[in-house]
């Protein structure tokens, strides 16, 4: 039996290990990060080829830079699995997403190396400014380093972010942009990389300055001609203007996948932030999938990946089963803008993840991804809608909380037709606390002139679909991550009326009041409380606002008891608007609002972590049960 060689991944703990090996070694460290990546991926699921893509980034920037008395922000956290496994946390990489093991994105409560949480785009460079402000404050030294992709760019608050810097001229702040998407030709790209190492050479510096003081002595506009002379340079051979232009010192672009490349440029850089010449910005040229070819061949596919093989890049096939939410979504909404030509749909980057790629297919011309812009997607769609047009902006609900002043401002007050579907609502599994869907109910049935719906089951999705898109004013439905239920889908899609609740079952003791698909949940804990002798009403709200006080005023007066059961956050959800409504009803009843209580939920098992919550049918029955004989729960 062989001992197994050892790697020499093994002997890195920190990164201060890191820093302790040759360079050539440090390639060999990057070359065996990237072959666990990928076999540990492809057992477990997660984002491959953004975190392939900036092995060598992160490998460098922990190389050169005082981690973790430097800070360093990764933009979203989906990039940062070389971070992980280079701060400790290799020997736990299997347990990524599952309960009680690491979050697949950066957790501050998780190792002091994640100086910032991430699992949203655009933030990076805000928090690292603020970061390398507090240092100046409190005389403390070391540099901020915030990591973002070009899609992260595309975020205004980047470009907040950015202007506030170069106007801070904050010395101490190095923003490194991962570009893996800008088409530079291999020539250029060659020339700037190797130019842009040279311009921060310290000795190409040096030599600038005594020409500086040299072209003093000359008449007074000579150093002026100089300077426009260096930056026309720069320009010419890079697209670095648009930084320059808000303060910062461009250095790029570099080639992101080339260790020796890297070296030498961040070590100019952090020179150049140890001589007060910041804030840098870093322009890195990278690959997605690099350095693994089927997801260096298809990028897009293999973003998030489920468990495939190695050799091959094939993906293990899932059983067969209902079609996705997001998959009933798209399809409905393409069949019904072949009815109507108004129909416009809108995403901020995540047309696959939303269902809107099959919408996009069918209707190239009235599909639009604005980029990980959810404000502009929002107030873009209110212009369309005031112009006649019926956007239909697709957002996972936690992202949609981006947007809320220009949901408030620029959709419900001046009541415009916009009808936002809102993706991955309630518990997300192994995405964690950053993408639970929890807060929508209570951050949009306040607003004016909103209607807030939830559909049982994917037939119902469809309906709902275009009762929204029906409804002359601003309409959201909330629908989670995963698949339906596998119930028959009516052939016709068919608006529901407005604000009437259906009714599943009927019963005289006790009701349910159920929104979204755990209204099948309470039809199964029903069922199992009629074995007992009860007679228990299980009550479909559909709508959250407006409610169908009718029908559940009629149940509550009736029955001795009502359970409300909602995936969402017990404060300001669908239990909260049934008890206004009961209480401005001067309706007495023992009630009980099972929901997602007021905590921070993890990543894990959705199943499991609707059972421990109570949301499953034995957590509904139990509730019942102590309303009506005062049994605990």
Not at 105 to 121: C, I, K, Q, T, V
Not at 489 to 516: C, F, N, S, T, Y
């Amino acid at each position: 039996m062989s001992v197994r060689e050892e790697k020499l991944l093994d002997r890195i703990s920190a990164p201060e290990d890191l820093r302790a090996l040759g360079a050539e070694e440090v390639a060999q460290v990057v070359s065996e990060l990237r072959a666990e990546i990928v076999a540990n991926i492809s057992r477990t699921g997660g984002h491959l080829a953004s975190s392939l893509g900036c092995v060598e980034l992160i490998t460098a920037i922990h190389r050169i830079f005082d981690t973790p008395r430097d800070r360093l922000v990764l933009d979203v956290g989906h990039q940062g699995y070389a971070h992980k496994m280079l701060t400790g946390r290799r020997d736990r990489f299997a347990s990524m997403g599952k309960e009680g093991g690491i979050a697949k994105f950066l957790r501050r409560s998780e190792s002091p190396h994640d100086h910032f949480g991430a699992g949203h785009a655009g933030t990076s460079i805000s928090a690292a400014l603020g970061m390398a402000r507090a240092f100046e404050h409190q005389k403390r030294a070391g540099c901020a380093i915030a990591l973002i992709g070009d899609g992260g760019m595309t975020a205004g608050m980047a470009f907040e972010a950015l202007n506030h810097a170069g106007h801070l001229r904050q010395k101490n702040l190095v923003v490194v942009l991962n570009d893996n998407e800008m088409s530079i030709s291999p020539n250029v790209g060659a020339l700037s990389s190797y130019l842009s190492r040279k311009l921060s050479h310290p000795m190409v510096r040096r030599v600038k300055g005594w020409a500086r003081e040299f072209l003093r002595t000359l008449p007074a506009d000579a150093l002026h001609w100089a300077q426009k002379a260096e930056d026309s340079l720069k320009v010419f051979f890079s697209p670095g203007l648009v930084f320059e232009a808000l303060g910062f010192r461009y250095v790029g672009p570099v080639q992101g996948n080339r260790m020796d490349a890297l070296l030498e440029t961040f070590a100019h850089v952090r020179q150049m932030i140890e001589n007060g010449e910041g804030p840098v910005l870093v322009h890195a040229v990278t690959s997605k999938g690099h350095g693994y070819q089927p997801a260096e061949q298809d990028p897009f596919r293999y973003h998030g990946v489920g468990a495939f093989e190695v050799e091959t890049g094939k993906f293990v096939p899932s059983k067969p089963g209902p079609p996705r939410y997001q998959d009933v979504f798209g399809d409905s909404l393409a069949r019904l803008a072949q009815e109507d030509e108004r129909i416009v749909g809108i995403t901020a980057a995540m047309a696959d993840g939303t269902g809107l790629d099959r919408f996009q297919k069918a209707f190239p011309d009235r599909f639009y991804d604005v980029g990980i812009a959810e404000q502009h997607a929002v107030t873009f769609a209110a212009g369309l809608a005031a112009e006649g047009m019926k956007p239909v902006p697709a957002i996972y609900s936690t992202f949609l909380q981006r947007a809320y002043d220009q949901i408030v401002h620029d959709v419900c007050l001046q009541n415009l037709d916009v009808t936002f579907a809102l993706d991955r609502a309630g518990i997300v599994g192994a995405d964690g606390a950053t993408h639970q869907g929890l807060f929508d109910f209570a951050y949009l049935r306040t607003l004016p002139n909103i209607v807030v719906m939830a559909p049982k089951d994917e037939n119902e999705l469809q309906h709902m679909l275009r009762t929204a898109i029906e409804y002359a004013g601003p309409a959201a439905l909330r629908f989670p991550r995963g698949n339906g239920f596998g119930v028959p889908m009516d052939p016709e899609i068919k608006a529901l009326p407005l604000g009437v609740a259906e009714l599943l079952r009927d019963g005289d003791d006790a009701a349910l009041l159920a929104i979204g698909p755990l209204a099948h949940e309470a039809l199964e804990a029903a069922a199992a409380l009629a074995s007992e002798g009860l007679s228990v009403a299980v009550l479909n709200a559909r709508f959250v606002k407006p409610l169908d006080t009718e029908r559940i005023l009629a149940l509550a007066t009736r029955c001795k008891a009502v359970v409300t059961v909602e995936e969402h956050s017990g404060m300001g959800g669908f239990g909260g608007a049934v008890l206004e409504a009961l209480a401005e009803a001067g309706v007495r009843v023992p009630t009980r609002c099972l929901a997602v209580s007021d905590r921070i939920v993890e990543h894990g098992d959705p199943k499991a972590q609707r059972a421990a919550l109570g949301l499953d049918a034995a957590g509904i029955e139990s509730a019942v049960r102590a309303l009506l004989h005062g049994a605990p729960s």
